[in-house]
Structure formats: C-alpha cells, structure tokens
C-alpha cells in the first residue's frame, strides 16, 4: 500500500497575479527578507533583501566618509565626497565591472534602496524648511533684492536656452529644471566660504549672503514649478491651481495653529518627544498632499518647515534628525544618483571644448546677473563681480534638482553631463579658493 500523495507544490506566483492581463515588462525578485536559519539555509547570505539594503547603507557612509577624509586637505565640503563615492559606485567605475553590480546592487534591490534615496530627499527638505527664515528674505535690502532677481533671471535664461539649444524631444517643464539648476546657490556653503575669508561683515559679503537666501528659496519654487510642468498638459492647470490653495491653506489657516499650540506650552518646559513626533507626522502629511496634488512629497514637507513658528522648537527637531539625514540617508541617495549616472553613455558625442564652454557660460551667468544689477542696486561693478563670483557657490539642492529631473525624464544624456559637471567644477573651484 503506497503512502499518501504528497502535497502540491507552493505556487510560483500569488494566486491574484494574472500574467494575461500584464501589458509590460514586470521585474520579479525573491521575496525573502532575511534568513530564518542564517547561512545554513543557502550558500549567499547576501541574497535576503535585508542584509543586502544593510551592506549597501554600509558601503554608501564608508565610501563617502574615506573620500572625505582624503578631501580635506583640499577643502572640500563633504557633498563633493559624496558625489563621487555615488559615481565610484555606479556603473562609471565600479557598478561597471558585471560581478560588482550583482553582487552588491543587483537589480531586485534597487527599488527598496531608492525608496530610502527618496525618503533622504524629504526629510532633508523638511530640515532645510526649517532653517530657512522667509522673514529674512523678506528683509533683505535693495541691493540684495536687485542682484536676486538679476541672479536668478540671467542663470535661468542660460540654462533654459542650453536646453533648448540641443536636439531631442521636449518635455513639457523641462527647461524649468535646467535653468533652475543653474539658480541654485548653497546659503549655508557660502557663509562658511565668507567667514572662512573673513569678509562675511563687509557690503560685499552681506549683499552675496543675502541674495543666497532669495536664491535658494526662488530653487524651490522653480523645482515645484517644473514637476508641475513636467507632468500631463491636461492637468498641468490642476497641479498648479491646488498647489496655489495649498499654500495659501498652509500660511492662513495651519502657520496659526502651529503658532497657538507653541504659546500654549508653558514657558521653560521644553518639547516632548510628542511635539517632535507630531510635527514628523505633519510633514508625512504634507508631503502625501503635494505628492497627491501633483508636485512631489519632499515640496510638502518643506512647505512644512517653513511654518514652523518656534525656534527653539525647530532646533529640537534638528537636533534629533540632522546626524540620522546627513550621515546616513543623504550617503544613500548620492549612491543612488551615481547608479543611474554612466559617464561613458552620457559623454558619447561630448567634446572637450563643448564642456568647458559650458561651465564658463554657467559660470558667467550669475556674473553677469549681478553685473546686471549695477544699473539699479548702487553696487560698483568691482563689487558686482565679486557677489556674482561668490553666488557661484553651489549646495546639494543643485544635484536633487537634476536628480529628479532625470527620473521625470527631461533630460537627453548629453544635457544632464554637462550640467553636472559645470555643478561639480563650480563646488570643487569655490571651496578650494
């Protein structure tokens, strides 16, 4: 008498997993998250999605702390470090050779660590929020107020006509992106470069610091504009119009609870964990609403920032996040950026002179922006070069902004290298100096 039949074998899919109604390419992948018996249960421990995503973290801090380190003597901010750790890692170096690629970033991971990358993008927009004081901006003076919108219009007009000046198929808000890479200025990176110079009291210095602040707030609005844009001509409308109400929402209506629940904490009390954890889920919120709405989530949660009334509270916030964000997550969404980055590909067709006219014209244009401003700001044209040259300096809000602007595919591969590279000489140049 023979024994039972034994049992049936586990389905090859999910039983709701219909192949007939599929009409794309599907990437499948293990769905093992980790081992339950370690490396006895198979011959590569780095096959489980977890301990892979923990060796690649790993790699990501390792990588851009030792270049940082080798840096240093040549005073380079540790964006510079961890822009090329993400290009050594990417298929221009290392993530070329077969073997490499597989092992450490194989393509059933990428989708786990970009969420991460994107996770990166939006709690470091949240922080910059916060930094930021709109009411400053506000205050700027007449002169910082002419070089801004000079410095902001002649680098947006060169890069929108380096856009348009290549041939491929465009897309709508495409040249947004482009010219508003070339806008960016790093606020922060510049008050260290003057103060480091020791000319952060003089006109000069306080008219360059200043317009950076305009700078880099006018680099969200134009990065809110372009994924606007970039998306369906026949919703464009929609995204704006909700985006609009949105804000006005945010600086009516939700700035004066934030600001009602800070004056009731009794004076010298502190903020709990319970204030940080709300204000966390607040920005989660917000930055599901402008996802919703059609921009990005990293846009909701700066919007969030921003309306922050207490700064004492937003230190708090800070003091728990910035290690984490800046140690951690942003090593992660650099590696990210450098694994869709293939010079090689990107080059092809890219000659010598082309590059290099291209980071003089980059590099010229906030000059000539605040040039520009001589005729209405009062600055001597000595001092007008001088805010144009410093202005020049550019922060990780550049690379997030060509990052996603290569996701949302406005980019030929030519025009993303050579702002790149006219990004990277301008950070590598401005902090030697």
């Not at 929609?238 to 006005?248: D, E, F, G, R, T």
């Not at 509270?313 to 800070?318: D, K, Q, S, W």
């Not at 980059?362 to 000059?367: D, G, L, R, V």
């Amino acid at each position: 008498m023979s024994g039972s039949p034994p049992p049936p074998p586990p389905p090859l899919m999910r039983p709701d997993f219909d192949v007939d109604k599929l009409s794309q390419a599907v990437l499948c992948f293990s769905e093992t998250i980790y081992r339950s018996n370690g490396v006895w249960e198979g011959p590569d421990p780095l096959t489980p999605i977890i301990p892979l995503f923990l060796l690649q973290i790993m790699v990501a801090i390792l990588f851009s702390r030792l270049l940082n380190l080798a840096l240093k003597p040549f005073n380079q901010p540790p964006i510079v470090a961890e822009i090329i750790s993400g290009i050594l890692l990417g298929p221009s170096a290392l993530g070329g050779i077969k073997s490499f690629r597989n092992m450490l970033f194989p393509n059933y991971n990428f989708e786990i660590i970009e969420t991460m990358a994107h996770l990166a993008l939006v709690l470091y927009a949240f922080m910059i929020g916060l930094q930021t004081d709109v009411k400053a901006v506000l205050r700027t003076g007449t002169k910082s107020k002419a070089v801004s919108l000079s410095g902001i219009m002649v680098p947006f007009l060169v890069g929108t006509s380096l856009y348009y000046s290549l041939p491929h198929d465009e897309k709508p808000g495409g040249f947004v992106f482009c010219g508003g890479a070339l806008t960016v200025t790093g606020f922060s990176t510049l008050a260290n470069i003057l103060e480091k110079q020791k000319v952060l009291q003089t006109d000069v210095g306080k008219v360059a610091l200043s317009a950076s602040l305009v700078y880099d707030l006018s680099s969200w609005v134009l990065l809110a504009l372009g994924l606007m844009t970039s998306g369906s001509s026949e919703n464009i409308h929609w995204a704006i119009i909700c985006s609009l109400a949105y804000m006005v929402f945010c600086v009516y209506y939700l700035r004066p609870l934030l600001a009602w629940i800070v004056r009731k904490t009794p004076e010298g009390q502190g903020y709990s964990e319970y204030y940080i954890c709300s204000l966390l889920v607040g920005m989660m919120v917000s930055g599901i609403i402008t996802d919703a709405i059609g921009t990005h989530p990293m846009i909701g949660a700066f919007i969030f920032g921003l309306l922050v009334p207490s700064q004492v509270l937003e230190a708090a916030v800070l003091d728990r996040l910035e290690d984490f964000v800046m140690g951690v997550l942003m090593p992660v969404f650099f590696v990210v950026c450098g694994l869709r980055t293939n010079i090689d590909v990107m080059a092809s067709g890219v000659s010598v002179f082309t590059v290099i006219m291209a980071i003089l014209f980059a590099f010229a244009a906030k000059t000539l922006g605040a040039l520009f401003s001589t005729c209405f700001s009062g600055l001597s044209y000595k001092e007008a070069i001088a805010v144009g040259v410093l202005t020049n300096t550019k922060s990780t809000m550049a690379m997030i902004i060509l990052e996603i602007g290569q996701v949302q595919e406005v980019y030929i591969c030519n025009l993303l290298f050579l702002l790149f590279f006219s990004l990277k000489a301008h950070s590598t140049v401005m902090q030697a100096c």
